[in-house]
């Protein structure tokens, strides 16, 4: 166990990208979990919180492994060989697309109702999650993001595997990781306490920090 909860792994996080307090940075979770941590290198820097919403397309009857993933403008990231290896038909990978267009349609709808999403050009954005699986989630929100013209893009997460921290730092993309053990299995292992987060709590949260800083 390297954290006691979100809550503590997002605290630590903050300590290190302290140096960017003051700067005009805008800090995205990804939900659910990434949220409470995202939270807390929030409250730290000052800055506004918001969501970036991407669902991972699961592999035919692995629903863990994740052979890309879709982000919340509808775009496609695939590993297009691992889905070949694992027998992802054309039809079933269209009907998995369809459908996570769809949930993340709906969870932004959830989570956001019809708020403006935030302006993010020229600014300093800050992506958190609860770790890092296989990546697929984090590239599809450093994706959106990216169209959104920002100054710089950073990755913050307690936790991931040393190859996914390669793979997004070989794409440009500036990651803080704070623990990089092996062997990963799952993120989870490395948290005493990871229960699910709901979509309830992550609107509690947002609705929180906006109120805060109106």
Known sequence: MLFRNRVEAGRKLAGVLSQLKGQDVV?????????????????????PLDVVVTKKIEAPGEPE??????????????????????GASSSYLDEQIRMKREEVRERMQRLRGDMPYPQLDGKVVVIV??????????SAAVMSVKKRRPKEVVVAVPVAPADAVQSLSEDGTKVVCLETPGPFLAIGEFYGDFEQVEDLEVKRILDENAAQRR
């Open 27 to 47: 800090v995205l979770g990804i939900p659910r979990g990434g949220v409470v941590v995202a939270n807390e290198v929030a409250k730290a820097l000052g800055a």
């Open 65 to 86: 492994y994740a052979l890309g993933a879709v982000t919340q403008e509808g775009d496609v990231m695939m590993d297009r060989q691992a889905a070949e290896s694992l």
């Open 129 to 138: 999650d609860d770790g890092i699986a296989t990546g697929s989630s984090v």
